[in-house]
């Protein structure tokens, strides 16, 4: 047991989890709220800790990349997101893929296992007195977000995110798609790859940009992430241009023609056992309907079961920079932000020199 004051911490996805695991290593007791089951977000599927909404790849392992440094440094502050992270980690040539299941699973008995945390499985509409963690995301419940919004007296920001679709790994035709890494043998590596002729990309192209979306158009320009942005907006700018990105076929060979394709969708892993693969790059708008169209026109795919369906959700965010010191506490309070909802998609960490208790 300890005397030392309790710290509240709102949300238990990546960064909430982290934080309480951080403070309770710290000797710091914590109350971990998360709304979840009980209420969820338009982009959680279920109860767990952590659960990762789209690309189960948390990127480059490779140091010499930002991704990886980012790594190095959460591996020598002891970030236990990244420990449990590596144990549920999947195949994925240079990157760090987790099986999603695994580390959510891994993250969930972390902190229940944790005798410091207390998990309360309750939303939480009004800012906590004392000192408080809000780790609440980009999908961070009404209520709240609007109590911050006040709080903070500045104007809330958001933007249009998007989710890429999974299917079913034995509905892919491994007649067509090929299992190889970029510049890797034929036959081997981590990613399926669904290698287009000419023709084919040319129609597919022609139903990707044409299909029926979602939203329309309250989200074009400037309120899309650019780094995320929808498959059929990358498209829209013109036939090639998903060819030099997530479809580049560069450094792959397709063995049934021993040449390069002209375009290629990768699939990667969603789990250890492969079970089910998501397409990479293809975070969509599309209804879903023209989603089953549209993506079973990918080689390989064409009877293609989806287990999962993509999906575009405003993200909210603080304006960080002009609301918030740089320990990303409100000035003068014990109120501190965490995780996206600070407007970055990193995780800052509670220093170790000790904030708490104030
Ligand atoms: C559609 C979509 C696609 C995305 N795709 C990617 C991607 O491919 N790669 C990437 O790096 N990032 C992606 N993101 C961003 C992703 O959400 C973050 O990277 C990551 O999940 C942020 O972690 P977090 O802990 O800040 O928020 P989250 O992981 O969202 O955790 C917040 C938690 O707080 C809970 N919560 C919210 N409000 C309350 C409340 N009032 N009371 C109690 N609990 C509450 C929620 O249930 C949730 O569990 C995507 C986000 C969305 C919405």
Known sequence: ????????????????????????????????????????????????????????????????????????????????????????????????????E??????????CAEPLIELVRERVDVLPDGPCVIAAGPLCADALFAELGARLGGAALSFFD??????EADS?????????????DAGGGDYLNCPFTRDEWHAFWT?????????????????????????????RKGEDALRFGACKPVGLVDPRTGRRPWAAVQLRAENAQATAYNLVGFQTNLTWPEQRRVFRMIPGLGEAEFARFGVMHRNSFVDAPHVLDASFAVPGTQLRLAGQICGTEATPKPSRRGIWPP
Request: contains cysteine.
């Open 1 to 100: 047991m300890t005397d030392r004051t309790c710290v509240t911490v709102v949300g238990g996805g990546l960064a909430g989890s982290e934080c309480a695991l951080t403070l309770a290593d710290m000797g710091i007791p914590v109350r971990l709220f998360e709304m979840r089951p009980a209420d969820s977000t338009k982009a959680h599927h279920g109860a767990g800790l952590a659960e990762l909404v789209c690309s189960n790849s948390l990127k480059s392992l490779r140091a010499a990349s930002a991704a990886g440094m980012l790594k190095c440094e959460l591996t020598l502050m002891g970030s236990p997101l990244l420990r449990l992270a590596k144990q549920a980690q999947i195949p994925a040539g240079g990157a760090l893929a987790v099986d999603r």
């Open 102 to 111: 695994r580390f959510s699973d891994a993250v969930t008995r972390a902190v």
């Open 162 to 167: 998007a989710a890429a679709p999974v299917v």
């Open 172 to 184: 892919v035709d491994r007649g067509i798609a090929f299992a190889q890494d970029r510049y890797g």
């Open 207 to 235: 139903e990707l940009v044409g299909a029926q979306r979602v939203v329309q158009r309250d989200f074009e320009g400037s309120d899309l992430f650019q780094a995320c942005q929808p498959a059929e907006e990358v498209a």
